[in-house]
């Protein structure tokens, strides 16, 4: 459902930079778009806030359909990773079934054994409750382990790297981010408290700091599918 969704915007966004492309003002553009858009969307609340600041809006539309349009190829990726451990957990379940089934057609007699032998019914038992354990913890592991990045703490960046293009001043577009309910993390005030001993220009910062937490958290979820 949330790739559907993801696809959705990033058809809305297209269609707004092409009203833009052929005359329409961005502005405008904009704000027709923010009816298309679902509410916990972070799209809506990126041109909400730009729209509210002044900021440019085109290249805004611009970044976040370069941001979807990627969210979308690494969720292709993640998928086909997933994909393997789901097969994985098929054939433990069927392997023993089907094995024995094999064994049965080539005349081994394998099914003979373990239906009407005491001991071949024993081992059919606890086989059976092996096999069900292993594809129970197979289940398990899928369902802990996360099929898509979690990019919601690259979020901030993005929304104040957005406010500074502005021309606010840096607390101006802090306490903006508080009346939209954006709330900043500690690693980000710490690095607005460093950049303020060190002067450094803050943006291109931000944008470097958005594309190290998004690759760290595709990595992670990387990570756990190959393990």
Partial sequence: MKGASELDEIGSLQSALQQVLVGTDSRVAAQQLLNQLPANSFTLLRLQVCLKLGVPVQPVLE????????????RRELDRLYSTPKVTARLILWLPIAGAAFGQLLGLGPL???LFNPIGLLILLLGLALNLVGWRWSQAILRGTPSEPDLSNTQEYLLLADSLRAGLTLRACIDNLHASEVELSVGLLGLLKHQRNQGFPL?????????????????????QLEA
């Fill in 63 to 74: 970044a976040q359909l370069s941001l979807l349009r990627d969210q979308a190829r690494t």
């Fill in 112 to 114: 003979s054994f373990l």
């Fill in 203 to 223: 943006i291109p910062v931000l944008e470097s700091q958005v594309a190290r937490l998004s690759e760290s958290a595709k990595d992670h979820v990387r990570d």
